[in-house]
């Protein structure tokens, strides 16, 4: 369970990154945060694992104020992956990569290794254990830093902007994960502007803009509102702004929106 | 005579035994919007750094095959002189932006070519204003936005005159708000200039309307070169793995059952389509 | 590093801003210079009051008082340093307490000419300064982007921090030796991407054309203005004055 109130945050006096937001987002649930560039949804995401303190308001992490414990503590139980692989790559191979995390976590050696060998079958890296993380390809160093955090096994993961220039395939297998993730039980939340991939995916959408929270509920309400997208500096999904060009019925559903489509054709035949 | 050939082309980088593009062949006349899309890793940056001669000249590796440019095969000539005539953008605007301002940063290019001052001053602020960033011209790289940064990126090459603007996933880190307004800028840019722009993009639903050709990479080889009305909506798309934009897989079940005459691009053309069916 | 302030450009309108850089140059490399040779903190003070018109006309107060707070630090290691080894050499008390404060204030006095040069003036203005001064090109540009990505490698080495804290890396535990090692998985990625970043800019700069002629011309060439001069004559009056003096008293 994660909760924010009235969480403000400030870095420099006189700049306001996070203001006044509350937000309640229960164990399982699979949540995206949507907001232009700017809008303050690195620093929302970094209250959650503890790295950023709020400087007005609290959060709670299963009921600990996150204030009350070191980033460590925090983090053991929220993986957070960031952007480019590259700023977390370093070992010398990617089973010492793997095993990074779950050593500070204070794992024994011995769930360490059944650990990393879980995470190596799982996302395809068997064969690559004494291989340096730097001869991996692109897509194979993103899959090793997605596995290094989950392998630990936090309850809460969070991915920033995940899908930057991924083609559509590598966000089809994204969100299969996602769901995957889901389904055991996880806490998933992703942060992205990627309007595309909130509509097909993501059930529960919270609305960022200069550091507030515009609106938080479900996607396909939240995306179909013009107002709303207007305010936080978003183009709307494809098939909203279908729906909008031919004044149907707005819908997050293909199959829905060609039917539409269909009578508005037919119905202006005749 | 097209301003860009390729023929037979197939290169490998130095440690690698395998080819990333293999005998691509590919045209480019002066004037075309060429949208170049296919799934991550398929050769596509590969293919833009042949274009203005990085590939060979500066990346070494095995080269067969042929690329020319203006007339001049690209491995007979330095890099430096190609990039006038090609210019390319890349993905990360923080690692192609060095000067600490706008202004010198557009300057860059001239200067390395020894324009005199009087001749560089007009350029500069020519290319600013085509790209629409006078008013930025005095910050500092690291103040602007995603958007703005590739802005400037563009301006930079554009004062270098280029017949040929070559943009390798320019909206990759941008939000989809600056990334329409970048694509906006080359569309008109293109129409006003008549500038070549081969733009390799992701996000088709916003780049297609304004091509008049798509080419699609795959396995390091060219798949499809054709209109976009035809690409798009070919059965070989969903096979490949890209994102087919909505509004085709909208269009296309109209079109399946006659109800549609058009294949349209996007949400408006779309739309003109429908009222198109009126009597 | 607060200290570091003292290096952070910005851009302004006021007349030190506008300075010929070479002229700046010209009073950074002399006044260091005597900073180095003068001992008596006297001197020293004097040459601290130097910099304190320019810092005042250039109104960057802030960044220049931070600069200074922040190499306390230093300073108190360079007294104790020089301090000890005085008492060492069986120096009277006195004189050992003298020279270590003329040493400490020397660094601060350092640092105060330093920083009024490079609060207000631009990384690509010292290049040109450099290459009208004859340094070759290569140089200068290397120097220019050495500055223009410091700004960039801090950004990432606080996201590569952030992100290796958030797989559990305490980088205040241990013993020193462990601190030292906990720097390691924040070092490297940021070593490997700085030679990415290194490969991607010099593409970028081929693709505008670097390397076309041997004599690239600029946008803004300096001149020297008539500040320029009254500003180096003070400049080089008082070197002399000082140097002369010194040397003839025998003062130091």
Request: charged share 20%; glycine share 8%.
């Amino acid at each position: 369970m994660i909760a924010f109130k009235g969480v403000s945050y400030s870095y420099l006096p006189g700049s306001t990154i996070l203001d006044d937001v509350s937000l309640l987002i229960g164990d399982g649930e699979l949540v995206a945060i949507l907001g232009e560039n700017g809008a303050g949804k690195t620093t929302l995401v970094k209250h959650i694992n503890g790295l950023l303190k709020p400087s007005k308001g609290t959060v709670l992490i299963n009921g600990k104020d996150t204030r009350e414990s070191t980033v460590a503590s925090t983090a053991k139980s929220v993986g957070l992956v960031f952007q480019n692989p590259d700023h977390q790559l370093f070992a010398e191979t990617v089973e010492k990569e793997l095993s990074f995390a779950l050593t500070n976590f204070g794992f024994s050696p011995e769930e360490s290794q059944e650990r990393v060998n879980w995470a190596m079958r799982e996302f395809s890296l068997e064969g690559y254990r004494e291989r340096p993380p730097f001869m991996l390809s692109g897509g194979e160093r993103k899959r090793l830093a997605l596995a290094s955090v989950l392998c630990y096994g936090p309850s809460i993961v969070i991915l920033d902007e995940p899908t930057t220039g991924q083609d559509s395939g590598q966000k089809d297998r994204l969100a299969t994960l996602l769901k995957k993730l889901n389904g055991e039980g996880k806490t998933v939340i992703i942060v992205t502007h990627d309007m595309e991939f909130v509509a097909d995916f993501i059930p529960r959408t919270v609305l960022l803009s200069g550091g507030r929270v515009l609106a938080d509920g479900a996607t396909a309400e939240i995306l179909a509102r013009k107002e709303l997208l207007d305010r936080a500096s978003l183009v709307p999904p494809q098939l909203i702004d279908v729906c909008w060009s031919l004044g149907v019925q707005p819908s997050l559903q293909l199959d829905e929106v060609a039917r539409n489509v269909e009578r508005l054709v037919g119905g202006e035949r005749h | 005579m097209p301003i860009i050939e390729a023929h037979g082309l197939t290169y490998s980088y130095p440690d690698s035994p395998v080819p990333s593009i293999a005998d691509v062949n590919f045209t480019a006349e002066q004037g075309e919007f060429i949208l170049i899309t296919g799934p991550s890793g398929c050769g596509k940056t590969t293919f833009c750094r042949c274009l203005n001669g990085l590939i060979p000249n500066s990346y070494g590796g095995t080269f067969q095959g042929k690329v020319i440019v203006e007339g001049s095969p690209t491995t007979k000539r330095p890099v430096y002189e190609l990039a006038q005539k090609v210019g390319l953008v890349f993905q990360n605007p923080e690692n192609e932006l060095f000067c600490t301002s706008v202004e010198r940063e557009v300057a860059f290019g001239l200067e390395n070519l020894a324009m005199p001052r009087d001749e560089l001053r007009p350029r500069v602020d020519e290319a600013l204003s085509l790209v629409g960033i006078s008013h930025l011209r005095d910050k500092s790289p690291d103040e602007l936005s995603g958007g703005e940064q590739q802005k400037v990126a563009v301006a930079a090459l554009l004062a270098m005159k280029p017949r040929v603007l070559v943009l390798d996933e320019p909206t990759a880190n941008l939000d989809p708000m600056s990334a329409a307004s970048v694509i906006d800028i080359l569309t008109r840019i293109n129409r006003e200039s008549g500038v070549t722009v081969i733009l390799v993009e992701h996000r088709l639903e916003m780049a297609a309307p304004h091509a008049n050709r798509c080419v699609i990479f795959s396995g390091g080889k060219i798949v499809q070169d054709a209109p976009p009305s035809e690409v798009l909506y070919s059965d070989e798309m969903e096979s490949l793995g890209i994102g087919i934009p909505k509004v085709v897989q909208v269009a296309k079940r109209l079109l399946r059952e006659g109800r549609l005459a058009r294949r349209p691009l996007s949400s408006k053309e779309l739309s003109d389509a429908v009222r198109g069916c009126c009597p | 590093m607060k200290v570091l302030q003292g290096f952070d450009y910005r851009r302004g309108t006021s007349i030190v801003h506008k300075m010929d850089p070479r002229a700046k140059l010209v009073y950074l490399i002399l006044f260091s210079s005597l900073a180095v040779y003068f001992l008596s903190p006297y001197l020293l003070i004097f040459l601290f009051l130097s910099s304190v018109p320019m810092v005042a006309l250039a109104r960057i107060g802030g960044k220049w008082s931070q600069s200074i707070k922040g190499s306390a630090y230093f300073i108190v290691i360079i007294f104790v340093i020089n301090f000890a080894v005085n008492l060492i050499q069986q120096l009277p008390l006195v004189d050992a307490l003298t020279l270590s404060i003329a040493m400490s204030f020397r660094f601060v006095v350092l640092i105060s000419i330093f920083s009024s040069y490079f609060l207000t003036t631009s990384p690509e203005d010292l290049t040109q300064s450099m290459v009208q001064l004859k340094v070759p090109y290569d140089y200068a540009l290397t120097f220019n982007m050495a500055m223009r990505f410091v700004p960039t490698l801090s950004k990432e080495a606080q996201i590569i921090m952030d992100a290796q804290k958030s797989r559990g890396l305490e980088m205040e535990k241990g013993s020193f030796i462990q601190k030292i090692r906990n720097y390691i998985p924040v070092l490297v990625p940021l070593i490997v991407s700085s030679f990415r970043r290194a490969e991607l800019v010099a593409d970028a700069m081929e693709s505008r054309a670097f390397g076309a002629t041997k004599k690239r011309t600029s946008l803004y060439t300096l001149r020297l203005g008539d500040v320029d001069y009254a500003f180096l004559c003070i400049v080089v009056t008082s070197f002399a004055a000082l140097l002369v003096s010194s040397l003839l008293i025998g003062f130091r």
